[in-house]
């Protein structure tokens, strides 16, 4: 079993900044993909930002204000989030997708809440 532990979240006012970290524990066989994903108050969840061997990838809305990065050592991914917008309020949840021989397995975070007051 994977764990995904959180920190970071908290209440910011517009224009400010937070970031994010998720360090990973256990039974990490091969992390193909980590990443954010976040959900608003009746929203569906959605993809923020995922590092993987190919690169990283942004949410349109976030482009240019958030940064991922990744340390492999130490199994964590981080979010910088720069000037943050209320629209970015919600819970941002840790992703991990592990390579079990030919199979792919996800792995949530609890979810941190990010809260961004106009």
């Known amino acids: 079993q994977v764990h995904l532990v959180e920190s970071g979240g908290g209440l910011v006012q517009a224009g400010g900044s937070l970031r994010l970290s998720c360090a990973a524990s256990?039974?990490?066989?091969?992390?193909?993909?980590m990443g954010w994903f976040r959900q608003a108050p009746g929203k569906k969840r959605e993809m923020v930002a995922i590092?993987?061997?190919?690169?990283?990838n942004y949410h349109e809305s976030v482009k240019g204000r958030f940064t991922i990065s990744r340390d492999t050592v130490k199994d964590t991914v981080y979010l910088q989030m720069n000037s943050l917008k209320p629209e970015d309020t919600g819970v941002y949840y840790c992703?991990?997708?592990?390579?079990?021989?030919?199979?792919?397995?996800?792995?949530w975070g609890q979810g941190t809440q990010v809260t961004v007051s106009s």
């Open positions: 992703y991990l997708l592990d390579q079990v021989a030919v199979r792919l397995v996800n792995y």
């Open positions: 590092v993987s061997g190919r690169g990283t």
């Open positions: 256990g039974r990490i066989n091969g992390i193909n993909t």
